[in-house]
């Protein structure tokens, strides 16, 4: 990621999570933004308004959504 920055990611049979473990004052200065690349088939990603993201089928179900932490946002 970033010095003084890891990306840990821990898999399940239920999906992953991915935490971004800043170890110092520094590090956290330096992180004014993040950015995920994705690409999808088959679904559109949408911001939720919990600041999470939906993934939508063609019929605009929701097949997966995420959430955010209190006090975070995604953008």
Do not use: F, N
Not at 1 to 6: I, S
Not at 38 to 46: D, E, M, N, S
Not at 50 to 67: N, R, T
């Amino acid at each position: 990621m970033l010095p003084g920055v890891d990306l840990r990611v821990r898999a399940d049979a239920g999906g992953y999570v991915q935490h971004l473990v800043v170890k110092d004052a520094q590090a956290a200065g330096r992180l004014t933004s993040i950015r995920y690349p994705v690409t999808t088939t088959g679904v559109t990603l949408k911001a939720a308004k919990d600041g999470g993201v939906l993934a939508l089928d063609l019929v605009i179900d929701p097949d997966w959504e995420s959430s955010t932490p209190p006090g975070t946002s995604c953008s």
